[in-house]
């Protein structure tokens, strides 16, 4: 019943574009589908990325951090991603878990063993059925993220050493669940990048 799509990879990798790409694809086929995005997703989540995503003059605590995340997860999974799939649609959603492990864990360092155990609380056996992550080198992305001319949120503000543990947990994991991922080379024209997409799609939905 249904099918659990996440897009992810680093800032500015082109998850977004990525998003329309894929929707485009789904709306072309008559699929039924939500997209949604994380942190966020229903208007209580939305106001927990704000509040996320806000700089404080103050430290943010990673563990807070971490909490924070899943609490909006939590409400988007039930809210959201379940009855959409109950439905039988294909969710796609922009991040999901595998991002908390990317960022908290590699980026933050925050106990895998803790993540896995949140993981477990709010969702329980649902896990995506395919992972696109869009590879990129960090100063690559981070140079598209400026493009598009919006201030940097709490996060993005990290330096360049934050974004390689990012980086290097996701392609970690990629390799950790093969049957997941799909690496995708986003340093490459939107063209190349949008056919990688859609052979996947192809190949994982076609027959929908
Ligand atoms: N393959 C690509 N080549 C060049 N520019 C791209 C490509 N994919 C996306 N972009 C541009 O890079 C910027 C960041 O893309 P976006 O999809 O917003 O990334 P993300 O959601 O991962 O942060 C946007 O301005 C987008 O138009
Ligand atoms: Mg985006």
Not at 142 to 163: M, V, Y
Not at 177 to 186: H, K, L
């Amino acid at each position: 019943m249904g099918f659990f799509l996440t897009i992810e990879g680093g800032e500015g990798a082109g998850k977004t574009t990525a998003m329309g790409v894929i929707t485009a694809w789904l709306a072309s086929r008559d699929i039924a589908f939500i997209q949604t995005r994380e942190p966020g997703g229903t208007p209580m989540a939305e106001a927990v990325r704000e509040t996320l995503l806000a700089s404080y003059d103050e430290t943010v605590n990673s563990t807070t951090e971490l909490l924070l995340m899943f609490a909006a997860r939590s409400q988007n999974l039930h809210q959201n991603i379940e009855l959409a799939m109950a439905e039988g649609k294909v969710v796609v959603c922009d991040r999901f878990t595998d991002a908390t492990y990317a960022y908290q864990g590699g980026g933050r360092g925050v106990d895998r063993g803790h993540i896995a155990t949140l993981e477990t609380l709010v969702q329980g056996e649902r896990r995506p059925d395919l992972t696109l992550l869009l590879d990129i080198d960090p100063e690559a992305g981070l140079t598209r993220a400026w493009g598009r001319g919006k201030a940097l949120d709490r996060i993005e503000q990290e330096d360049i050493a934050f974004f390689n543990r990012v980086r290097a947990e996701y392609l970690d994991r990629a390799a950790r669940y093969p049957r997941q991922y799909v690496v995708i080379d986003a340093d490459r024209s939107l063209a190349q990048v949008k056919q990688h997409i859609e052979a996947v799609l192809t190949q994982r939905l076609g027959a929908c």
